[in-house]
């Protein structure tokens, strides 16, 4: 599956963003979609997973109640709603697909995108 992330950009802290992620080439239904994000000399963290279905969740501590992931299957797309932005949630984030079950470690993902870069000025 290809996936292709978009709607990073620069805003002011408390603003939001809406990330979204398309996905091509295979049935999108069939994937566990994740969003993951890196931060300029951080190793890549856990953000958002969300179930083949859409039903099941799981976040970050850090993004708890400020972010918000859901899923399209009609429209092969993901997305990640962030609210309340803070300097600290700037870095890339990236989209990832793996099947089956929903994992919080990256190199359980066998897909990923490009990543959006996401700017939080204070």
């Known amino acids: 599956v290809q996936l292709q992330a978009s709607g990073g950009g620069l805003v002011q802290a408390g603003g939001s963003l809406r990330l979204s992620c398309a996905a091509s080439?295979?049935?999108?239904?069939?994937?566990?979609m994740g969003w993951f994000r890196q931060a300029p000399g951080k190793e890549r963290e856990f953000v958002a997973h969300?179930?083949?279905?859409?039903?099941?969740?799981d976040y970050a501590d850090s993004v708890k109640g400020r972010f918000y992931v859901s899923r399209d299957n009609a429209k092969n797309t993901v997305y990640l709603q962030m609210n309340s932005l803070k300097p600290e949630d700037t870095a890339v984030y990236y989209c990832?697909?793996?099947?089956?079950?929903?994992?919080?470690?990256?190199?359980?993902?066998?897909?990923w995108g490009q990543g959006t870069q996401v700017t939080v000025s204070s």
């Open positions: 080439g295979q049935t999108f239904s069939n994937y566990v």
């Open positions: 969300i179930s083949t279905s859409g039903y099941s969740l």
């Open positions: 990832a697909a793996r099947k089956f079950t929903p994992r919080t470690a990256g190199n359980e993902y066998g897909y």
